[in-house]
């Protein structure tokens, strides 16, 4: 079962929060479609949240077709947004768990891990190669 947690730095809205935790539980495999998602009271308490906003993200994950709530039952997923890539992410994260320890070890704060993975994934991604007809993922809006 998915368990929230919330970052209070974070600029993101926190029911949007937690919808993008069930979308990254959803594609590396963590959820699965048939799965439950946790109770709105018992995700407002651990969260001290609103249950109304804890509720706009069930209705966000329902209108993005990911999960569906069943009146006195709960709300469940639907849907995955695992790809044919799922199969390979279990060494790959054996490999990144070790690289995050490295960078521990290496005197590097979560932030500075953060800051790292991020700019080193824009650069990747937003190059384009030589030739290729395709643009980077340079979205403003």
Sequence with gaps: MIEFVLDGRSRVATYMQLVLQVKQALRVG???????????RDVAQSLAINPNTVLKAYRELELEGLAEGRPGVGTFLVRTLAGPSLANQAELRDELVTWLRKAQEAGLAREDITALIDTTTRATFDRTPPGDGRHGSRHTG
Excluded: E, T
């Design 30 to 40: 963590l959820a699965q479609p048939g799965d439950r998602l946790p109770k709105v």
